[in-house]
């Protein structure tokens, strides 16, 4: 909006500057002018409102830990792995969490964490100090892939921090809403990957598990790709 207020006040300058005698002429300049100032702030405002905003709170190391150590019932955690040249992060930054539920319950149920592994700062996370590798990939990144690098890779941690599972590719919404309801609420603990899809059917709006017991009841659902076996992505390996 301060670049549309600039805008006029040039245009409005220009405008009364003009020495143009014939007040006719000047009353039909005011009016295009109107109407192009007019159309300049409507196309302002819908370019505004059409721009693709993060709606993920993402946060860095530092400060999901300090909320986790302040939380009375702290969450889980889920860390996006990327690097600037990952062209699938980029495309799930730009589909997948754009997504409003994703984004909604990714912020209620995980620290949500983007980490760039090529980062060159020194990063202190759970009383241990990770620099840059020799390999020049990050020693957290490597380490929370136990050193099976690919990007994107999200891993998600338990409340002890704790490494879940590190899975490595492009995730699709129905996926991710899959894989984020199986760990949020310890499913991992007690249900095989298998069976849990099985039951799970995604919706995009409301994740739920049908209530009814028994395999008469299952729902019949293709069977995506396991959390642990490789999806899309950029495989990079650490180099010794």
Not at 18 to 26: A, N
Not at 111 to 118: D, L
Not at 162 to 188: K, S
Request: net charge neutral; with cysteine; proline share 6%.
């Amino acid at each position: 909006m301060h670049q549309i207020h600039w805008i006029i006040c040039f245009l409005d300058c220009n405008f009364e500057s003009l020495t143009v005698k014939d007040p006719i002429y000047k009353m039909h300049m005011g009016k295009r002018l109107s109407l192009i100032l007019g159309l300049l702030a409507y196309v302002c405002l819908v370019s505004g409102q059409g721009a693709i905003a993060p709606k993920i709170k993402w946060l860095t190391f530092e400060e999901a830990e300090w909320e986790a150590r302040q939380a009375k019932s702290p969450r889980k955690f889920m860390v996006e792995l990327y690097t600037d040249k990952c062209g699938w992060c980029k495309k799930m930054d730009l589909s997948t969490f754009q997504n409003e539920f994703i984004a909604h319950y990714v912020n209620e149920n995980f620290y949500p964490v983007k980490f760039n592994a090529e980062l060159r700062k020194d990063i202190q996370f759970n009383s241990q100090l990770f620099k840059l590798d020799k390999s020049g990939y990050h020693e957290l990144a490597i380490a929370l892939t136990m050193g099976d690098l690919a990007f994107p890779t999200l891993v998600f941690l338990d409340e002890d921090y704790q490494i879940i599972q590190p899975i490595q590719g492009y995730q699709t919404v129905d996926e991710l809403e899959r894989i984020m309801f199986y760990f949020a609420n310890n499913m991992h603990k007690t249900t095989p990957w298998n069976t849990f899809v099985q039951h799970y059917q995604p919706t995009n709006s409301k994740p739920r598990v049908d209530p009814r017991d028994g395999p008469d009841h299952l729902l019949i659902i293709p069977v995506p790709v396991p959390p642990h076996a490789k999806s899309k992505g950029e495989v990079i390996k650490k180099k010794n």
